[in-house]
């Protein structure tokens, strides 16, 4: 086999590598990784939304509380200021009397807000603990694509080494510059650095070449080192 022979060889192995990295980088489970990530993202923004507000209702649920905890206490004090028997006056006990029922009615004021912000909590609660469910699901089925992703990742790159190993014995009867020119080649002319002459059409580019060309393609003469271009691509040519 000649160099040039082996230099095709080593472009097929190359293809092939390229393959396997193309098909690693877009295996379909990390596409459905990307769409299950992309709702959790969104359920999470929503979750931090609604819990914010369920934090705003609990902080006034406590002021609330805090307030009608006072009230209450008021209302204690004033209660034993009412019934202890040092005051006896008729006005002040009224006065104590009346003080009395209107933290009364400020208490059940303030309850009835209370139970308003309660009744308001227990639907943002209910949303809370469905996008938990819904998050919990979502991680699942990640943690299952992150592990046939790994799978397939493990046959690919296995895959890849021997590629690898076999495109290593492949250049060991290429010339360094010849390996060196289709690798600058390669790089320039998407993947393909060296291509079959197929009668008169490249394979590289899928062109086809005068008959002049192939003549002198075909018979050694277009370089002082043997080595042909194509005219249109200028790829290396193996006639």
């Not at 004021?109 to 949303?127: G, K, S, T, V």
């Not at 490249?202 to 075909?218: M, N, W």
Request: hydrophobic share 40%.
């Amino acid at each position: 086999m000649t160099a040039l022979e082996h230099l095709l060889e080593v472009q097929a192995l190359d293809t092939a590598a390229d393959q396997l990295r193309h098909r690693r980088a877009h295996l379909p489970e990390r596409t459905e990784l990307d769409a299950v990530q992309s709702a959790l993202a969104a359920l999470d923004k929503k979750a931090a939304e609604v819990q914010a507000e369920r934090d705003e209702l609990a902080r006034n649920e406590k002021r609330l509380e805090d307030e009608i905890a006072l009230v209450r206490d008021k209302a204690a004090q004033t209660d034993k200021t009412l019934y202890s028997g040092t005051i006896n006056a008729p006005k002040e006990l009224t006065a104590l009397q009346e003080e009395i029922d209107a933290l009364a009615r400020r208490q059940r004021q303030l309850e009835d807000q209370e139970l308003e912000l309660m009744e308001q909590a227990e639907p943002l609660d209910n949303e809370l603990a469905s996008m938990s469910s819904q998050r919990d699901v979502l991680d699942q089925q990640a943690t299952g694509l992150l592990a046939r992703i790994a799978e397939q990742e493990v046959v690919i790159d296995g895959e890849l080494a021997d590629v690898t190993s076999k495109r290593d014995g492949a250049t060991a009867d290429i010339p360094s510059e010849l390996l060196t020119e289709y690798e600058q080649l390669r790089g320039g002319l998407g993947g393909i650095g060296v291509a079959r002459l197929n009668g008169n059409r490249c394979e590289g580019c899928h062109l086809t070449l005068s008959a002049v060309d192939v003549d002198q393609i075909r018979h050694g003469r277009t370089e002082a080192d043997g080595v042909a271009h194509c005219t249109e691509c200028n790829r290396i040519l193996v006639p």
